[in-house]
């Protein structure tokens, strides 16, 4: 039985290689954490926030 379906099974190509696939999702992580740490140094510079939070870290 496994022989049947595996010869009568269709396998659907890629639209790109795996690589470049990689290559995609990689640049949208790191073009996330672009705006991740954007977003940090504007949230430090708010002058709304207290003097009790600038030693912590």
Do not use: K
């Not at 009568?8 to 790191?30: M, S």
């Amino acid at each position: 039985m496994n022989t049947v379906i595996a010869a009568t099974e269709e396998l659907a190509p890629l639209v790109f290689p795996a690589i470049v696939w990689a290559g995609i999702f990689a640049a949208g992580f790191i073009a996330l954490a672009v705006v991740v740490l954007a977003f940090r140094d504007v949230a430090h510079r708010n002058p709304r926030r207290g003097n009790h939070d600038a030693g912590h870290h």
